[in-house]
């Protein structure tokens, strides 16, 4: 975990996984790496918003996976859900509703996150039942901001169709994405 720049209410927090998806930015904001996966995501976010001064709310900039084909570019996320958590198997074992799907604005696409990197045709034809773009942070960062009261983004910019040959095109598309994440954060939050 690593934050840059001053977090105050007046200004939104920038959330981003790892150093190679935030070397762009120009420092007009606060940046906090969180390093990769939900856990990791979610108890940076915690530890900031509890260390002190609270953020105007929280945008999650990150990469993302396509599961359909020809799906590219920057979105803002609409959904978000777990694709690695059985919530109605569990909901059902406890007696309980878990958390499921959280709703972030009226339009986007669905984004599933998970904690691992879909790299197998199989699991990406299976996750595109139900999302459009996978990731490894999004869910942990609204869920931490939702129960903080802030507001919550999530900006994705296509990286890669998950599946074969997803990681060498993550590796050789990062900067570039990186590029696109920072000049939609200096259009959209000034």
């Known amino acids: ?7 105050t209410s007046d200004r939104p927090l ?5 150093p ?3 070397v762009h930015f120009d420092g007009g904001l606060p940046v906090l790496l969180t390093g990769m996966g939900k856990l990791n995501a979610a108890a940076a976010l915690s530890a900031v918003l509890a260390g002190g001064e609270r953020p105007a709310g929280v945008v999650n900039l990150g990469t993302a996976g396509a599961l359909r084909p020809g799906l590219g570019g920057t979105h803002e996320i609409g959904r978000v859900l777990q694709h690695d958590l059985d919530v109605e198997l569990l909901g059902q074992l406890t007696g309980r509703p878990m958390d499921g799907p959280i709703d972030l604005g009226p339009s986007g696409p669905v984004l599933a996150t998970g904690d691992r990197f879909v790299s197998a045709d199989a699991e990406r034809d299976l996750l595109a039942r139900s999302a459009d773009l996978v990731d490894m942070e999004g869910y942990a960062i609204a869920t931490v901001a939702r129960r903080a009261g802030l507001p919550v983004r999530l900006v994705k910019h296509v990286s890669d169709e998950a599946g074969e ?3 060498r095109s993550w590796q050789e598309s990062v900067d570039d994405c990186a590029r696109l994440l ?3 954060a200096r259009t959209h939050l000034g």
Not at 14 to 18: D, E, F, G, R, S
Request: hydrophobic content about 60%; overall charge negative; glycine content about 10%.
């Open 1 to 7: 975990m690593r934050l840059t720049g001053t977090v």
């Open 14 to 18: 920038l959330v981003v996984a790892l």
């Open 20 to 22: 190679e998806e935030a």
């Open 165 to 167: 040959g997803a990681l």
């Open 182 to 184: 920072a000049d939609w």
